[in-house]
DNA sequence: TAGTGGTCTAGACCACCGG
DNA sequence: CGGTGGTCTAGACCACTAG
């Protein structure tokens, strides 16, 4: 079985809005539409549709019928978690170098993102990205000490830390929490991503977590201004985080 | 009739988390545990623990147990969308006072975010809100002509003007679209927020639907540096956000 | 008032995880 | 292997919206 059938349902109707067949602000077709058009019951048509509704291209009010709120693709939650695959989801070109890979203790910060003892052993790891051959993204990243040899392990070019993780030593993030907010450029912020001291840098602080709640890393993000920006829609029940490039949606 | 059913099971759960008798990393009781619990049907069960997860407090994987994921409460829809009701849920007093109200033609952004042909007239209102006499946020917001002679009508002090078109004039948002990203404080924003020009500026852009999918305003929301993070969990479907205080979480 | 979405039930088969 | 969650069906009643 290649896709559940309310995933294929759903992603008619997504393709449909994205193309303008059902234009924002138009109706979507009614459940019962939906049952006959594809023979399937009321609860497999209601999940399409309710996975819509969460990623913000559909409202739902009862009584009356669904509308098309947006037409913009949101991200997958593989995409959020990470930057490699959600510029490949655009067609961008990315690069990494990471300049620096030490064992170290826990500084307060780490050690409540990773929820472990201030001054334990952590794998710090500073790292640039670039999009497109810009310098885009300044990572620096504490990762779990069980997780350290694997993170080793890697070439200083590797594209993806994440992916390769999964690759190679089976770590899997599953879940993901973020924090987003603006901090001023230091001196190295301004020089590894080539812009001002004191330049505005959207920062996304995450930790990653692996399928038994277990933190892997803790890793404090800042964007060069402008480059990146994150989006979001929310009605009564729903609020997916997404993320743009300059006036594009992603 | 109250509540729902499965709100009244997803809210007794969460209470045990965020209590702690369900720790964080531990499981959560097994479908066939909670209908039996609650003498309800299976459909019913997994709709209340599908909230949670939406919610990011539980992780769920299919063959294996749900996890506790957070104990952090998250916001509701309303609270994303008033900075008013968010502050009031955190026990904070607001202020706030419109500056400057004007009718004009609408530039090229405010066009687009509120779906209108450049140059139709809107209604301009530039407002400053405080938290606990502390000056947090610059608001520069965009009217819909339809909803401009009821913003208009409203006193300058105005706390919640969302909750008072609601109350006064039946206009009400029901969705949401926001753009988050990283600014540098201009003339303006320094002056009125009491910060250096060039300071890092968190800035929410977001444009309000109501139930029919109109729009009524669309908004450019600055943010003093430290004041305010947005937070956001993911995991395989859901991502919905919320705001934070300096550590405080909300 | 007819149509629509919101809630709920009682079954079923399957894929996956863990011991 | 048994337990668990993921998917799906075929009904039902109700609350709300819209014309």
């Known amino acids: 079985m290649g896709t559940a059938r309310y995933l294929e349902i759903a992603e008619t109707l997504r393709q449909a809005i994205l193309g303008g067949e059902l234009p924002v602000g138009g109706r979507l077709p009614s459940e019962s539409a939906l049952m006959t058009r594809w023979g399937a019951s009321r609860g497999t048509v209601r999940q399409a549709v309710a996975l819509l509704t969460s990623e913000g291209l559909v409202g739902s009010r009862q009584g009356a019928r669904r509308i098309v709120l947006s037409r913009e693709r949101r991200h997958s939650f593989a995409e959020l978690n990470s930057f490699a695959q959600w510029a490949h989801g655009l067609g961008l070109a990315v690069t990494s170098r990471i300049l620096l890979r030490a064992r170290r203790p826990a500084g307060p910060e780490e050690a409540e993102g990773l929820g472990v003892p201030e001054g334990s052993e952590i794998l710090h790891v500073l790292r640039v990205r670039h999009l497109d051959g810009e310098p885009t993204m ?113």
Chains 1, 2 share one sequence.
């Open 138 to 250: 300044l990572e620096r990243t504490a990762y779990a000490q069980w997780a350290a040899p694997a993170v080793e392990a890697l070439p200083e070019e590797c594209v993806s830390i994440m992916d390769s993780l999964a690759r190679d030593a089976g770590i899997v993030a599953q879940y993901g929490e973020h924090l987003i907010d603006a901090v001023a450029a230091g001196g190295q912020d301004a020089h590894l991503l080539g812009v001002r001291r004191g330049s505005p840098l959207l920062r996304q602080r995450h930790v990653s977590l692996d399928q038994g709640g277990r933190a892997i890393e803790w890793s404090d993000d800042r964007y060069r201004p402008g480059s990146v920006t994150f989006s979001t829609s929310n009605s009564a029940a729903a609020a997916p985080l997404g993320r743009r490039i300059g006036d594009r949606a992603v």
